[in-house]
């Protein structure tokens, strides 16, 4: 029975039959395994309902907008008129300013031996006016006792000619030592000015918003070069804050100015702050402050409206808001009627 068994198994075709047997149970197994592999589609309803934002004004229209924090002055950025390495930085994110304080420090060094030099060139050119004015005087000494002799003979009319022309000469000398005089005065002056500028200061009371500056960097004149850089300070006014919020070109219509507005945080739409109509920029620009959202549109133009935020309402600078601005009365029915008449 057993050596029966053995002599058929010898007679099965391994290509024909045992070959198509192995591949069957290799193409169920994967079958199995990219089924079970396939994600969990299936739907359910979530367990807490994400926060939805309701309506700002009751039952009044409105528009919804993107607005940023920003200081009442708008963000000023600082740089320096003149290059040099930075020696001195004076403030810290965060500190409150006075006009003119002073903010950072260009090595003066340079500037300082300039004065110094100016002075030196001050103090020769002095020297020389005194002795341009104590040869003139001499001069016109000589000049005067050659022309008061009656007569003629005593005196050669070369000599005269010559004592005529050290007393110009000499009035040439003055000309000359008071003009060094200005130029050298102008130049410490040039020099004291530059000194001035080497101390970068506050242009307007401000809190320091950031400092991307540092003791031993060098400091090109007027910011960061090659652009894309941080400018070396950021300062501006926060007392009170504005929000700056974009509404879309074809919204414009719709918006009643001088109305206030409702903002909220990105993401905390329970939380609502009222905030007061400041202006509206008079010129419609392309849409710059982007929400990341997937919806999103960059190819509109915006009108921006500015709206000042009450104190003490945890906002921060740069930071993003949703805003709702009051819709003119008319704007909802104004819409429903036209899409009805279509």
């Known amino acids: 029975m057993l050596e029966t068994f053995f002599n058929r198994l010898k007679e099965v075709s391994f290509v024909r039959t045992i070959l198509p047997v192995l591949a069957i149970v290799a193409i169920i197994v994967a079958v199995i395994i990219v089924l079970s592999g396939q994600p969990d589609r299936s739907e359910e309803q979530p367990a807490i ?50 006009e003119g304080q002073p903010l950072f420090l260009v090595d003066d060094r340079a500037i300082r031996s300039q004065i110094s030099e100016a002075s030196a060139a001050i103090a020769r050119a002095r020297a020389a006016r005194e002795t341009a004015r104590a040869l003139l005087a001499t001069a016109q000494q000589q000049s005067s006792l050659y022309n008061g002799i009656e007569d003629p003979r005593a005196v050669s009319r070369q000599e005269v000619i010559d004592r ?31 000194l001035g500028r080497l101390t970068v200061r506050a242009p307007i009371a401000a809190e320091i918003l950031s400092v991307n500056i540092r003791p031993g960097e060098y400091a090109n004149p007027g910011g960061p ?31 009643a ?16 702050v009222k905030a007061q109509f400041v202006r509206a920029e008079p010129l419609v620009t392309p849409k710059t402050s982007l929400t990341n959202s997937a919806t999103e549109r960059v190819d509109v133009r915006v009108l921006q409206l500015i709206y000042q935020i009450p104190t003490d309402q945890g906002f921060f600078v740069g930071q993003q808001v949703d805003a709702f601005v009051r819709a003119k009365n008319g704007a909802q029915n104004n819409v429903k009627k036209a899409g009805e008449t279509k």
């Open 49 to 98: 309902n994400p926060p939805k934002a309701t309506a700002a004004f009751g039952n009044q229209p409105s528009v919804a907008g993107a607005g940023v924090v920003e200081p009442s002055s708008e963000v000023i950025n600082i740089g320096t008129s003149l290059a040099g390495i930075v020696t001195k930085v004076y403030v810290s994110p965060g500190d409150q300013v006075t």
């Open 164 to 194: 005529s022309g050290a007393v110009r000469t000499a009035q040439a000398q003055l000309r000359q030592a008071e003009a060094d005089i200005r130029s050298a005065e102008a130049a410490r002056a040039r020099a004291s000015t530059d």
């Open 225 to 255: 070069q090659g652009g894309g850089g941080d400018p070396y300070m950021e300062i501006g006014n926060t007392t009170p804050l504005h929000v700056r919020i974009d509404i879309d070109e074809n919204e414009i219509g719709r918006v």
């Open 257 to 272: 100015m001088g109305k206030e507005a409702v903002v909220s945080p990105r993401g905390q739409a329970s939380e609502r």
